[in-house]
Protein backbone atom coordinates (compact mmCIF):
# COMPACT_ATOMS: atom_id res chain seq x y z
CA UNK A 1 0.00 0.00 0.00
CA UNK A 2 1.48 2.97 -1.18
CA UNK A 3 1.08 5.96 1.34
CA UNK A 4 2.50 8.61 -0.47
CA UNK A 5 1.69 8.82 -4.34
CA UNK A 6 3.30 10.65 -7.48
CA UNK A 7 1.25 9.77 -10.00
CA UNK A 8 3.31 11.15 -12.98
CA UNK A 9 6.07 9.23 -13.39
CA UNK A 10 7.43 12.03 -16.20
CA UNK A 11 6.95 15.83 -16.93
CA UNK A 12 8.28 17.69 -19.81
CA UNK A 13 8.55 21.40 -19.69
CA UNK A 14 9.63 24.14 -21.70
CA UNK A 15 12.47 26.34 -20.08
CA UNK A 16 10.64 29.33 -18.20
CA UNK A 17 7.29 28.28 -17.83
CA UNK A 18 6.00 26.88 -14.81
CA UNK A 19 6.91 22.74 -13.72
CA UNK A 20 3.73 21.89 -11.62
CA UNK A 21 4.99 18.40 -9.67
CA UNK A 22 1.77 16.72 -7.67
CA UNK A 23 2.08 14.12 -4.94
CA UNK A 24 -0.85 12.81 -2.55
CA UNK A 25 -0.66 10.90 0.21
CA UNK A 26 -3.12 9.10 2.15
CA UNK A 27 -1.94 8.49 6.00
CA UNK A 28 -3.80 12.04 7.80
CA UNK A 29 -1.29 11.64 10.22
CA UNK A 30 1.69 12.80 7.87
CA UNK A 31 2.31 16.25 9.86
CA UNK A 32 5.22 17.35 7.65
CA UNK A 33 6.29 17.00 3.76
CA UNK A 34 9.68 17.38 2.03
CA UNK A 35 10.61 17.25 -1.46
CA UNK A 36 14.17 16.51 -2.25
CA UNK A 37 15.89 16.06 -6.08
CA UNK A 38 17.88 13.59 -7.66
CA UNK A 39 19.92 13.71 -10.70
CA UNK A 40 21.94 10.81 -12.27
CA UNK A 41 24.38 9.07 -10.67
CA UNK A 42 23.73 11.13 -7.35
CA UNK A 43 21.96 10.56 -4.04
CA UNK A 44 18.95 12.58 -3.41
CA UNK A 45 19.27 16.54 -2.13
CA UNK A 46 16.83 18.37 -0.35
CA UNK A 47 15.19 20.92 -1.93
CA UNK A 48 12.13 22.14 0.47
CA UNK A 49 9.41 21.02 2.93
CA UNK A 50 6.49 22.51 4.91
CA UNK A 51 4.77 21.34 7.90
CA UNK A 52 1.10 20.80 7.65
CA UNK A 53 0.47 23.93 9.91
CA UNK A 54 1.53 25.40 6.81
CA UNK A 55 -0.40 25.58 3.39
CA UNK A 56 2.54 27.66 1.30
CA UNK A 57 6.51 27.50 1.86
CA UNK A 58 8.37 29.56 -0.69
CA UNK A 59 12.23 28.98 -1.43
CA UNK A 60 13.01 31.41 -4.11
CA UNK A 61 11.80 29.82 -7.66
CA UNK A 62 10.63 26.50 -5.68
CA UNK A 63 7.16 27.04 -3.50
CA UNK A 64 5.46 23.72 -2.31
CA UNK A 65 1.64 24.51 -1.72
CA UNK A 66 -0.23 21.62 0.59
CA UNK A 67 -4.01 20.88 0.57
CA UNK A 68 -4.48 18.97 3.71
CA UNK A 69 -8.60 18.08 3.25
CA UNK A 70 -7.55 16.51 -0.35
CA UNK A 71 -4.15 15.43 1.13
CA UNK A 72 -2.33 16.42 -2.09
CA UNK A 73 0.79 18.72 -2.33
CA UNK A 74 2.30 20.44 -4.98
CA UNK A 75 6.04 21.81 -6.10
CA UNK A 76 5.89 24.72 -8.44
CA UNK A 77 8.77 25.82 -10.27
CA UNK A 78 9.09 29.07 -11.50
CA UNK A 79 10.53 30.05 -13.94
CA UNK A 80 12.11 26.20 -14.93
CA UNK A 81 15.45 25.80 -16.20
CA UNK A 82 17.04 23.21 -17.95
CA UNK A 83 19.31 22.43 -14.96
CA UNK A 84 16.40 21.76 -13.21
CA UNK A 85 15.68 18.45 -14.97
CA UNK A 86 15.97 15.38 -12.70
CA UNK A 87 13.95 13.16 -10.64
CA UNK A 88 12.19 15.02 -7.66
CA UNK A 89 10.61 12.46 -4.94
CA UNK A 90 8.14 13.43 -2.66
CA UNK A 91 8.19 12.37 0.84
CA UNK A 92 6.08 12.88 4.09
CA UNK A 93 6.63 11.66 7.88
CA UNK A 94 4.90 11.50 11.09
CA UNK A 95 6.83 13.21 14.09
CA UNK A 96 5.39 10.69 16.07
CA UNK A 97 6.92 7.57 14.21
CA UNK A 98 10.13 7.93 12.93
CA UNK A 99 9.67 7.19 9.25
CA UNK A 100 10.10 9.63 6.00
CA UNK A 101 7.82 7.76 3.41
CA UNK A 102 8.96 8.55 -0.19
CA UNK A 103 6.76 8.48 -3.07
CA UNK A 104 8.20 7.08 -6.29
CA UNK A 105 9.23 9.52 -7.70
CA UNK A 106 8.69 11.76 -10.67
CA UNK A 107 11.06 12.41 -13.68
CA UNK A 108 11.22 16.37 -15.26
CA UNK A 109 12.45 17.32 -18.12
CA UNK A 110 12.91 21.03 -18.70
CA UNK A 111 13.94 21.63 -22.40
CA UNK A 112 15.31 24.80 -23.53
CA UNK B 1 28.74 16.92 -2.12
CA UNK B 2 26.55 16.08 0.87
CA UNK B 3 29.97 14.69 2.91
CA UNK B 4 27.85 11.40 3.39
CA UNK B 5 29.91 8.68 1.48
CA UNK B 6 29.31 5.29 0.45
CA UNK B 7 31.18 2.24 -0.31
CA UNK B 8 31.65 0.76 -2.74
CA UNK B 9 30.01 2.41 -5.49
CA UNK B 10 28.82 -0.99 -7.35
CA UNK B 11 29.43 -4.36 -6.79
CA UNK B 12 28.39 -7.56 -8.71
CA UNK B 13 28.08 -10.68 -6.75
CA UNK B 14 25.93 -13.82 -7.25
CA UNK B 15 22.87 -15.32 -5.55
CA UNK B 16 23.19 -16.58 -2.33
CA UNK B 17 26.22 -13.92 -1.56
CA UNK B 18 26.78 -11.77 1.44
CA UNK B 19 27.65 -8.75 0.98
CA UNK B 20 28.48 -5.54 3.38
CA UNK B 21 27.49 -1.85 2.31
CA UNK B 22 29.96 0.84 4.54
CA UNK B 23 28.69 4.21 5.13
CA UNK B 24 30.34 7.17 6.87
CA UNK B 25 27.78 10.50 7.58
CA UNK B 26 28.67 14.03 7.80
CA UNK B 27 30.63 15.24 10.08
CA UNK B 28 28.98 15.45 13.63
CA UNK B 29 25.48 13.67 12.64
CA UNK B 30 24.84 11.10 14.70
CA UNK B 31 21.73 9.74 12.66
CA UNK B 32 21.94 6.79 10.08
CA UNK B 33 19.05 6.22 7.66
CA UNK B 34 19.31 2.99 4.74
CA UNK B 35 17.24 3.14 1.90
CA UNK B 36 16.52 0.54 -1.16
CA UNK B 37 15.37 1.93 -4.20
CA UNK B 38 14.45 -0.39 -6.67
CA UNK B 39 13.44 -0.26 -10.17
CA UNK B 40 10.64 2.14 -10.50
CA UNK B 41 9.94 2.09 -6.89
CA UNK B 42 10.79 5.20 -5.08
CA UNK B 43 13.07 5.01 -1.86
CA UNK B 44 12.08 2.21 0.86
CA UNK B 45 13.24 3.36 4.21
CA UNK B 46 15.31 0.29 5.83
CA UNK B 47 16.20 1.20 9.15
CA UNK B 48 17.37 3.99 10.84
CA UNK B 49 20.51 4.35 13.88
CA UNK B 50 20.96 6.93 16.42
CA UNK B 51 24.20 7.46 18.47
CA UNK B 52 24.80 3.45 17.51
CA UNK B 53 21.71 2.73 18.50
CA UNK B 54 18.54 1.00 16.41
CA UNK B 55 15.89 3.41 16.15
CA UNK B 56 13.39 2.52 13.88
CA UNK B 57 12.63 -0.14 11.58
CA UNK B 58 10.86 -0.48 8.38
CA UNK B 59 10.57 -2.75 5.52
CA UNK B 60 13.77 -4.55 6.36
CA UNK B 61 14.29 -7.87 5.34
CA UNK B 62 15.23 -10.41 7.87
CA UNK B 63 17.78 -11.70 5.75
CA UNK B 64 18.96 -7.89 6.09
CA UNK B 65 21.00 -6.48 9.12
CA UNK B 66 22.46 -3.16 9.82
CA UNK B 67 24.99 -1.96 12.96
CA UNK B 68 26.22 1.60 13.86
CA UNK B 69 29.68 1.74 15.46
CA UNK B 70 31.37 4.19 17.93
CA UNK B 71 32.69 6.34 15.03
CA UNK B 72 29.58 6.31 13.92
CA UNK B 73 29.81 4.50 10.57
CA UNK B 74 27.23 2.19 9.54
CA UNK B 75 27.31 -0.89 7.90
CA UNK B 76 24.46 -2.86 5.78
CA UNK B 77 24.61 -6.53 5.48
CA UNK B 78 22.98 -7.97 3.36
CA UNK B 79 22.84 -12.32 2.82
CA UNK B 80 21.42 -14.85 1.29
CA UNK B 81 20.80 -12.66 -1.85
CA UNK B 82 18.41 -13.37 -3.98
CA UNK B 83 17.94 -11.56 -8.03
CA UNK B 84 15.27 -9.47 -6.12
CA UNK B 85 17.85 -7.43 -4.33
CA UNK B 86 19.56 -6.10 -7.26
CA UNK B 87 18.93 -2.35 -6.12
CA UNK B 88 20.77 0.94 -5.53
CA UNK B 89 20.70 1.43 -1.58
CA UNK B 90 20.98 4.79 -0.54
CA UNK B 91 23.00 5.65 3.18
CA UNK B 92 21.76 9.12 4.36
CA UNK B 93 22.28 11.11 7.84
CA UNK B 94 20.75 13.93 10.13
CA UNK B 95 22.15 15.89 13.17
CA UNK B 96 19.20 14.73 14.80
CA UNK B 97 17.31 11.48 15.66
CA UNK B 98 13.83 13.23 15.80
CA UNK B 99 11.60 14.09 13.09
CA UNK B 100 11.14 16.28 10.97
CA UNK B 101 14.57 16.62 9.73
CA UNK B 102 16.59 17.10 6.41
CA UNK B 103 18.73 13.65 5.89
CA UNK B 104 21.40 14.33 3.39
CA UNK B 105 21.88 11.08 1.14
CA UNK B 106 25.38 9.56 -0.22
CA UNK B 107 25.87 8.92 -3.49
CA UNK B 108 24.39 5.31 -3.27
CA UNK B 109 26.03 1.48 -3.90
CA UNK B 110 24.47 -0.24 -6.30
CA UNK B 111 23.98 -3.52 -6.14
CA UNK B 112 23.80 -6.30 -8.99
CA UNK B 113 23.11 -9.86 -7.78
CA UNK B 114 23.34 -12.43 -10.83
Known amino acids: DQQVKQNSPSLSVQEGRISILNCDYT??????FLWYKKYPAEGPTFLIS?????DKNEDGRFTVFLNKSAKHLSLHIVPSQPGDSAVYFC???????????FGPGTSLSVIP | DSGVTQTPKHLITATGQRVTLRCSPR?????VYWYQQSLDQGLQFLIQ???????AKGNILERFSAQQFPDLHSELNLSSLELGDSALYFC?????????????FGPGTRLTVL
Open chain 1, 27 to 32: NSMFDY
Open chain 2, 92 to 104: ASSQTSRLPNEQF
Open chain 1, 91 to 101: AASETSYDKVI
Open chain 2, 27 to 31: SGDLS
Open chain 2, 49 to 55: YYNGEER
Open chain 1, 50 to 54: ISSIK
